[in-house]
């Protein structure tokens, strides 16, 4: 903090020092140019000394001079190279002292005001006409659409701001005999800036436009520059449409000055300005068109010439100039010829139209134009309003302009004269209020040591004009409104009699010797502020009534032009009431404008007329010592030396600087006098330098400020860095804390979901697994609800099981899953299902070899099965072909049987009958026969239809009988054989003699034919060995050992 502190103090040093510098700069450049600033002045009581300065600055054409942060502008008469965007760049964000006076240093300098305070602010622009009031205000405003930060949008705006100033311009000002292009209503115009300080929309207030003129003009003085910028300007085709001649001195409306053409004015280039100024504006074609329309008939109007009937009433003989006013406004010319030549008078409940003299069509006439020019003004003006209308409701801070009639003293002073001096006196009167008699009221308010600076107050002279009932406001209302012959000299009367002794107010009968020399009969003089003016007060009567007689205005609501019914509206009151008067209203609309001056912060610009001549580099001493003099720019000066250029609350200032000093930041305890006391001693301010007052503290020189303001921008920046490095700490707290808030909630909302979900899943077990058992306790019981869910999984169970279980082979058929009751019938079938479908499998599977095989031992076992005893031991045994091969037959045996084809052979051991002794023998089956045979002899043939029968034993022999039918004695008889591959022979022997049935298992014995009639017996029996022998009886006993079945 304290090295903040002391960096502070070095850039205040560093300030302070520049700023001195620049003020010694300022010094010794004194002799060349003068003073920039009057407070800067040694003899700043002195008026001439204050001339002197100003007159040598004018003719170095250093034109802007400082009193305080008042400026001072002279007119200097020629274009000066002091307003390029070069020179905006320069004086843009600069303090206000550090460089030359300048109207845009004012302008800056009301603009950062604004920014950093945000507040709203106006610049009164005031000086006599022709001062440079209406040229200083458009240098404020070019400033701004410069140096405002600029957007395509806020572009638009400043576009518009700028161009409304030449369109209002060429409808309300005209040249006069002071200014060329003197304003004729006053204009206080808003520019409305957002909180960036773009210049976002605007509001123009016009007051008492000068209609008059529209039908008078004094010499040397002109119309409004829109009639001749039309005459001049508009193209052929335009002229031609509206019925006029290029040619302005056909128009009685605009040579009665006798100055139609003016060397500096090009109405030419202006008529273009304005055209391009309407199309920026908003104004579409239909706009122009009956803008021009109106215009152009306004001329007309004026060149619209009665003539007296034979009665002396006013006729309008097939009038040219009426047709045209007639077609351009759109009313029906029988309507507008009654109108002008006619009065409307309501007499009971009838109508009456009464004729007009020609003198009274000529009033009638010139009243209509008045009014018609006045409210298409109007009219103008709302259509840049709504132009330059913001249509946001944020906040924003504005900046009012305000350009108003200068101080006016023609040699002959009218109506309007008398409102525009009135005027200016309320503005100096508000100019007193807000500097002089304020200022010097806060010092004293505030206890602050104060000799007092004597100025005039013209309260008095406002008094004069505008008091209650004894006002001349109120008089000449009065007289306006009395019944009976009021006339503008009964008005002079009334005057007299009641201000005759008012110290400001003379005529020619209350006037002395000398001043009555001086005054006509009809006038009378007000001193006001700014010097004396001699009214004449004829015609004050009809323009404070402003009268449009009632059938003009209904004529008018007949129009077909846009604007006109816009201005004429029907909702207008035309009863027998009247409107308010022109003063009346005009009186009103300026404590309007005082209140919203009022309610802002106030920065002056004293425009100062240097000659009457409009010429450069003259300076004439008693015209400008008179203008410094009514414009209080001494009294100003001196209340500006005596006092102090900055004040402000304790608490304001102690806000807005307390960061400059370690006690004060960021809180302070105390009272906010106290506080700023502490502050100012950590600045180092000296004692000359300020005072304390009761609640404001009070800066003698900007410099002081200014070096404390800078101060703070400095520390500002440090502090909105440390701030901001805060701010974005607690912000990243505040987001981290509420992510783990979220994080949490998350969680939390999860763990429920989560054990909502837990629960719901046990709950649904708990219901299942009741089931379950539900299930298995009835599982026994019929199909029910309790038990179908059970039933189902068993079933299902059962099916996943058995799928997973299923026999491999065939052979494993017998390792079928054992079934659950319910399951007993489905898995029968299933078994049997399957059971075939591998046993298709199995077929589909197999060689034709194979399955010739399985044929055959599907015979064998058919045969055998469970009859024999050794049978099982020969499923294993695959059976062959052949077991003795063609090579192993002799040949004289195969060359004997072969053409009955051999199908199988086998080796066996044949009992003879007699006697029972083995031999090898070769059994051969052909197609038609069995063929016993030794070697190279057939022993036996045994035809198969001779063969009866095989008998076998039921034991584990191999023994075979072949039985044969034996007719012959001479035959052999039945054959007793011992064959290793009993089975194998036996069904061989079956399948090609087709004799399935024949084959015999026995038990015990067998009796067989030796030969026919003889018989022989084979017994058979188990024992303990193998043995065939005689046995005593005779019989073959076959003995066999038991085999244990598999
Ligand atoms: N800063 C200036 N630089 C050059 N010429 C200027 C300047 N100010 C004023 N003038 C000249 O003086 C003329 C009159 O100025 P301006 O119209 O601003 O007077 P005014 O104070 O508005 O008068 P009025 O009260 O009649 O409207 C301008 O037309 C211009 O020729
Ligand atoms: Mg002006």
């Known amino acids: 903090m304290t090295h903040m502190v002391l960096e502070v103090k070095q850039s205040l040093d560093e300030r302070c020092n520049q700023i001195l510098r620049n003020m010694e700069a300022s010094l010794t450049a004194r002799d060349r140019v003068g003073i920039q600033d009057f407070v800067l002045l040694d003899a700043y009581t002195s008026e001439s000394a204050f001339l002197d300065n100003l007159r040598k600055r004018f003719h170095e054409n250093l034109i802007y001079t400082y009193i305080g942060t008042l400026l001072v502008s002279v007119n200097p008469y020629k274009e000066l190279d002091i307003y390029s965007k070069k020179q905006m760049d320069t004086y843009m964000g600069v303090n206000f002292f550090e460089l030359p006076p300048h109207i845009y240093a004012l302008a800056d300098n009301v603009f950062r005001t604004m920014q950093s305070e945000f507040n709203n602010h106006f610049i009164l622009i005031s000086g006599e006409s022709g001062a440079g009031k209406t040229e200083a205000s458009k240098k404020i405003l070019q400033f701004y659409a410069v140096s405002c930060p600029s957007t395509k949008l806020l572009n638009n705006v400043r576009d518009r701001l700028l161009l409304s100033n030449p369109v209002l311009e060429a409808f309300g000002n005209a040249k006069t005999l002071k200014n060329d292009n003197s304003s004729r209503f006053g204009k206080y115009m808003d520019i409305q800036f957002d909180h960036q300080g773009g210049a976002v929309g605007g509001h123009i207030l016009s007051y008492l436009l000068e209609k008059s003129r529209v039908v008078h003009q004094n010499h040397g003085e002109r119309n409004f520059h829109i009639f001749y910028q039309l005459v001049e300007g508009g193209e052929e085709d335009l002229l031609r449409w509206l019925g006029l001649e290029r040619n302005c001195q056909h128009y009685s409306y605009l040579v009665q000055g006798g100055c139609a053409k003016v060397s500096s004015i090009n109405d030419k280039s202006d008529w273009r300005m304005v055209q391009k100024a309407l199309s920026v504006i908003e104004f579409n074609e239909s706009d122009i068109e009956h803008l021009f329309g109106i215009i152009a008939s306004v001329l007309h109007l004026g060149n619209i010439k009665f003539v007296a009937d034979v009665r002396g009433y006013a006729s309008l003989n097939n009038n040219q100039e009426m047709h045209w006013v007639s077609k351009l406004l759109g009313i029906p010319a029988q309507v507008l010829q009654q109108g002008l030549t006619h009065r409307k008078i309501e007499a009971k409940a009838e109508e009456v139209f009464s004729p007009f003299s020609v003198d009274h069509a000529v009033y009638a006439r010139d009243a209509l134009a008045k009014a018609i020019y006045g409210r298409t003004f109007n009219w103008l003006v709302n259509k840049i309003n709504e132009s330059l209308a913001n249509k946001d409701s944020s906040r924003k801070t504005v900046i009012g302009l305000l350009d108003i009639y200068g101080f006016e003293v023609f040699n002959v002073n009218s109506f309007e004269q008398f409102c525009i001096n009135y005027c200016n006196e309320k503005l100096q009167q508000l100019f007193i209020q807000l500097t002089l008699k304020s200022e010097q009221e806060e010092y004293e308010m505030e206890g602050i040591e104060w000799e007092p600076v004597p100025y005039f107050n013209n309260k008095i002279i406002c008094d004069l004009v505008e008091e209650k009932h004894r006002g001349i406001i109120s008089l000449l209302d009065e007289e306006c409104l009395r019944p009976g012959e009021a006339t503008d000299l009964t008005l002079l009367e009334k005057m007299e009699e009641t201000i005759g002794g008012h110290p ?543």
């Not at 816009?566 to 035309?574: G, L, Q, Y």
């Not at 010739?852 to 469970?866: C, D, H, I, Y």
């Not at 052999?972 to 298992?1001: H, M, P, R, W």
Request: aromatic fraction near 10%; include cysteine; charge should be positive.
């Open 504 to 1046: 400001h107010f003379v005529t020619h009968k209350l006037a002395d010797q000398k001043t009555r020399k001086t005054l006509e009969r009809g006038d009378f003089r007000l001193l006001h502020y700014a010097g004396e003016v001699t009214y004449c007060v004829v015609g004050f009567l009809d323009k404070n009534n402003d009268l449009l007689y009632r059938n003009g205005k209904e004529v008018m609501r007949q129009s077909k032009n846009a604007i006109i019914k816009h201005c004429f509206p029907s909702t207008e009151p035309d009863s027998k009431r009247r409107p308010e008067t022109v003063v009346t209203q005009f009186k009103s609309s300026l404590v309007g404008l005082t209140e919203i001056l009022m309610s802002k912060e106030p920065w002056y610009v004293r425009c100062i007329k240097p000659n009457e001549a409009k010429q450069p580099g003259r300076f004439d001493d008693v015209l400008v010592r008179h203008q410094v003099k009514y414009l209080g720019l001494m009294e100003h000066l001196r209340v500006r030396r005596a006092g102090f250029a900055y004040r402000r609350k304790y608490d304001i200032f102690l806000q807005r600087y307390k960061p400059l000093c370690p006690d004060t930041w960021p809180n302070w305890k105390g009272t906010a006098a106290e506080g700023v006391r502490c502050l100012i001693k950590h600045l180092g301010y000296k004692p000359d330098e300020y005072k304390m007052g009761r609640s404001k503290i009070f800066i003698r020189h900007p410099r002081t400020l200014f070096a404390t303001e800078d101060a703070f921008q400095v520390c500002k920046h440090k502090l909105a860095t440390r701030i901001q490095a805060k701010y974005k700490g607690y912000r990243v707290k505040g987001d981290y804390q509420k992510q783990r808030d979220a994080a949490t909630k998350i969680e939390n909302c999860w763990r429920g979901i989560m054990a909502r979900k837990e629960r719901e899943k046990r709950a649904w077990a708990v219901k299942v697994i009741k089931k379950f058992i539900k299930g298995f306790i009835t599982r026994n019981q019929p199909a029910c609800n309790d038990n179908s869910e059970y039933l189902a999984y068993v079933r299902q169970n059962y099916l996943t099981r058995l799928r997973e279980n299923l026999p491999k082979t065939v052979l494993e058929k017998d390792s079928w899953l054992t079934p659950p009751p319910i399951m007993k019938e489905a898995s029968q079938l299933l078994k049997k299902l399957y059971i075939r479908h591998m046993v298709g499998k199995y077929v589909q599977g197999i060689t034709p070899q194979r399955k010739a095989q399985l044929v055959l031992k599907a015979q064998t076992s058919s045969m055998f099965k469970g009859k024999k005893e050794n049978y099982p031991f020969s499923v294993c045994r695959p059976f062959v072909d052949t077991r003795i091969g063609a090579e192993d037959i002799n040949i004289k045996v195969l060359q004997m049987i072969q053409h009955e084809h051999i199908k199988y052979s086998v080796p066996v051991v044949k009992y003879d009958r007699n006697g029972f002794r083995p031999r090898l023998r070769q059994l051969i089956f052909t197609q038609e026969a069995a063929y016993l045979v030794e070697e190279a002899k057939i022993k036996q043939r045994i035809d198969y239809i001779s063969l009866k029968g095989v008998s076998v034993s039921n034991l584990s022999d191999n023994f075979l009988i072949l039985h044969v039918t034996c007719d012959d004695i001479k035959q052999k008889g039945d054959l007793v054989l011992q064959c290793d591959y009993l089975f194998e022979a036996l069904t061989k022997l079956s399948v090609i003699a087709n004799k399935q049935n024949y084959i015999k298992v026995v038990q015990g014995s067998v009796r067989f034919d030796i030969q026919p009639g003889r018989e022989g017996f084979v017994d058979f029996k188990s024992g303990q060995e193998s043995m065939v022998y005689r046995a005593k009886n005779g019989h073959l006993m076959v003995e066999s050992t038991r085999t244990k079945s598999r």
